[in-house]
Structure formats: C-alpha cells, structure tokens
Nanobody, 118 residues
C-alpha cells in the first residue's frame, strides 16, 4: 500500500512560485500514476494535474496549463508540482494522489496549504 506525504506549501505573493513535493512509500510507486488535486474553501475538490507512471504523459487543468509543471523522480519515490505565476485563485489545500491509472485514484495524502496573496 502506497502512503503519500505532501510538503512545500506556504504563503506566496501573486506572481511568485512554489514547488510541492509528494513523497511516497511503498513498492508500487514507480508503477502508479501520480496526480494533484486542490480544494478551496467552500468549493469542491478539483483536478489540477497528473503524470503517468513513466512520466511520459502529463495532464493539466486548463486553469493551470502553462503555469504549472508536474514531474516525477521514480528513483526518489517523489512527485513534484512546480507552480509558477501563482494567482490568488490558486489558493487552496493541495492533495497528492496515486493510482494505477490517471482515472483511478486510490491513495491520497493529507494535503498542504497554498496561499497566494494579492
């Protein structure tokens, strides 16, 4: 069973950058897709980005395309979300997730807060 721990959240001004990390334990990390979702106060959790098990395929929500980059290092059992040109509307709790495909998420992290001030 994979366990996920996010880090890297914080407070940043609009236009700034943050890099989120998701450290995974368990032998299935390298064979699982990884993803990021976020949930803002009063809103439903929404998809942000995902990467296939090999790293060869990446997916982004339209709202973050061109600003966020997802990648993974299977040797370190870690997935990353590089977030540039942050906007106040990016403020949310960001959750890392993992699953056998990018449409089948089975494990979730505890979340990390990202706050973007205007």
């Amino acid at each position: 069973q994979v366990q996920l721990v996010e880090s890297g959240g914080g407070l940043v001004q609009a236009g700034g950058s943050l890099r989120l990390s998701c450290a995974a334990s368990g032998r299935t990390f390298s064979s699982y897709a990884m993803g990021w979702f976020r949930q803002a106060p009063g809103k439903e959790r929404e998809f942000v980005s995902a990467v296939s098990w090999s790293g060869g395929n990446t997916y982004y929500a339209d709202s973050v395309k061109g600003r966020f980059t997802i990648y993974r290092d299977n040797a370190k059992n870690t997935a990353y979300l590089q977030m540039n040109s942050l906007k106040p509307e990016d403020t949310a709790v960001y959750y890392c997730t993992s699953g056998p495909t990018v449409e089948d998420w089975v494990v979730w992290g505890q979340g990390t807060q990202v706050t973007v001030s205007s």
